[in-house]
């Protein structure tokens, strides 16, 4: 009794002063290592991110950030493994936009995006950009689409698997020109290019990193790309909107989420450590040359862009009458 009274005492004391406990839990985290689950394989776009944040959130927090890589069925079991962690602190997800399409297209996940996680900070958007084979005789987006029109279904592209951002970017060509091209599914994103390099497929979608080399090399011809703006990687590359598709906007966000619950103290305390070290040169630098445009939003500001980039590819999933899958 003695010993509760004098925490309750120890309480009150530091309110008055001005440090509620609360704060001095913050203060303190992280007191362990983080370990940061990548529900993709190493290598990857998330994976690049995560390992960038890690190299210095050790120097300032004094507590190593640990990826750990757990990848199958397009992030689902990594993002479930993650939904069941203490919300702690000491388990994070790293996010990407499949995570907000997922609903549309899967019954019966084993998590809710929404209420199983805490948005903790966007850390970046990734242009993707569109390639087709040198054999597709179209030079241009509208070329493309006109091709498109006159033989319905006949044009395909290649993804880096069903349900995935590389899919919905040829399903939104389809929704917002009124065409119909084929999607044909590969196993990742590496395999899907070399289907595009190989002429399996007329055209891909790919993250500019990945298709840069190829570009350049003359082995795929670049036809837009699929942000709001130029890249700096290519800027003389017309994006969608400008080539001919009025509104059409696709951006890959990668970002960090924690299990519901979590303080808001830590997740506070995170956002800022993360968002700090996104402005460094030299990981700034790191991530714009990867095509990854550091952002580093608030929690509230992340949590929308969920919400509507959820919205939006649900319109996107009916509009191509696309068939839910049971998980």
């Known amino acids: 009794m003695r010993s509760a009274r004098f925490c309750c005492f120890i309480a009150i004391v530091a309110s008055a002063a001005g440090d509620p406990v609360g704060e001095s ?11 940061v689950i990548d529900a993709y394989p190493p290598g990857g776009g998330t994976d690049i991110v995560a390992r960038a944040i890690s190299a210095k959130f050790a120097e300032s927090l004094g507590q190593p950030w640990v990826v750990d890589n ?14 069941k962690a203490a919300p702690d602190g000491y388990t994070l997800l790293m996010y990407t936009t499949n995570f907000a399409i997922h609903p549309s297209i899967y019954r019966n996940l084993p998590y809710s995006l929404t209420r199983s996680f805490a948005p903790v900070t966007q850390t970046s958007t990734v242009a ?9 005789p179209s030079k241009n987006l509208k070329e493309l689409l ?3 029109r006159s ?13 995935g951002i590389t899919h919905m970017a040829g399903e939104m060509v389809n929704t917002l020109a009124g065409v119909k091209m084929t999607h044909i599914p590969y196993k990742g994103g590496a395999p899907s290019v070399l289907a595009a390099l190989g002429g399996e497929v007329d055209l891909t979608f790919a993250a500019i990193p990945v298709g840069l080399p190829h570009i350049r090399s003359g082995r795929l011809r670049a036809i837009a790309v699929s942000t709001a703006r130029r890249s700096a990687l290519l800027p003389e590359l017309p994006t969608m909107a400008e080539a001919g598709l009025p509104r059409y906007e696709v ?3 990668y970002g960090v989420l924690a299990p519901a619950g979590t303080p808001d103290s830590f997740i506070d305390r995170l956002h800022k450590e993360i968002s700090r070290i996104l402005n460094l040169g030299d990981v700034n630098e790191r991530l714009m040359a990867l095509g990854a445009e550091p952002v580093g939003s608030t929690p509230a500001q992340f949590s929308a862009h969920i919400a509507a980039e959820i919205e939006k590819w649900s319109k996107v999933v009916k509009a191509n009458a696309i068939e839910p899958q049971s998980w």
Request: charged share 10%; hydrophobic share 40%.
């Open 151 to 163: 033989s319905p279904g006949r044009i395909n592209y290649a993804s880096s698997g069903f349900g």
């Open 70 to 83: 757990r990848p199958g069925a397009q992030g689902i079991i990594g993002t479930e493994i993650a939904s």
């Open 128 to 136: 993707m950009v569109l390639s087709v084979h040198p054999s597709v």
């Open 251 to 253: 951006t890959n966000a």
């Open 25 to 35: 839990r913050a203060q303190a985290y992280p007191v362990k290592p983080i370990r």
């Open 146 to 148: 006109a091709q498109a």
